[in-house]
């Protein structure tokens, strides 16, 4: 393809969310959350009895659902076979379940091209945990955020109770370790930084100024 990308890797809770929407609406680009078609690949097998373990079922399947992804204002919006699943793809059992079927290497290759046809001019930004390594090899500028595991707990937690879900922080810090674990140790795609990553570790720093930074790296590379 043609259009340039930004990728941005990285472990759950470091701020690659909300980072990447920001960095996407600054450019004017498209944008990519990877992690939702996982999530998605895991709401459609939980409504159709899929088991989850068998990769190659839902790699069948992937290419009999209606995925639609629509950016709105400050968010995305998530639709499978027209309903909306926006809320459903962000509950943990969710993330827990997309973590593990996201081991399924034929799984994963029939979701490349899915992904791939997100590079459309004027350009994307691709947050996951395989842009910059397997999806967009070629990306012009690949970032891999990360930040302290108490922090990304904190962070997650504050957002829960934000939303008026009650969580325990001790809960939450085993959970994106549990999944650090899986994603980092699986044989397909294992979360890793690119070997020409820009490391940006977002312990310390605002959404604000995680985002001015990759802005600057872009500016640097044209
Ligand atoms: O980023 P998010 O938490 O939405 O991702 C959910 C799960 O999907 C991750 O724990 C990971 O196992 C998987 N995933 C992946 N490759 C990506 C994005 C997400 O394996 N590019």
């Known amino acids: ?8 890797d ?10 990447s929407l920001m960095v996407a609406r600054r450019l004017g680009w498209h944008y ?3 992690g939702a078609l996982y999530r998605l690949v895991a709401v459609a097998a939980a409504r159709d009895g899929l088991d989850i373990d ?13 995925i639609e992804f629509h950016l709105l204002t400050d968010a995305l919006q998530v639709q499978l076979d027209g309903v909306d699943v926006t809320a459903a793809i962000r509950e943990e059992a969710c993330a827990r379940s997309a973590s593990r ?3 399924h290497a034929r799984l994963r290759s029939v979701l490349l091209p ?9 350009g994307l930004v691709a947050e996951g945990r395989d842009m910059g390594t397997v999806v967009f090899p070629q990306a012009p500028l690949k970032v891999f955020l990360t930040a302290s595991v108490e922090q990304r707990a ?8 934000a939303a008026g879900v009650d969580a325990s922080l001790d809960a939450i810090l085993d959970e994106l370790r549990r999944r650090d674990a899986q994603d980092a140790s699986r044989a397909t795609a294992p979360l890793r930084p690119a070997d020409d990553a820009v490391l940006v570790d977002s312990s310390d720093l605002t959404a604000d100024e995680v985002c001015a ?9 044209g």
């Open 32 to 34: 990519l959350d990877s």
């Open 54 to 66: 068998d990769g190659d079922a839902l790699a069948r399947r992937v290419g009999q659902l209606r």
């Open 114 to 122: 899915l992904q791939r046809a997100f590079a459309r001019p004027p």
């Open 213 to 221: 930074r990759i802005l600057g790296h872009c500016q640097e590379r």
């Open 1 to 8: 393809s043609e259009a340039p990308v930004v990728t941005i």
């Open 10 to 19: 990285g472990p759950g809770g470091a701020g690659k969310g909300t980072v």
């Open 154 to 161: 904190r962070r997650r937690w504050l957002q829960l109770s």
């Open 101 to 103: 079927l996201a081991v």
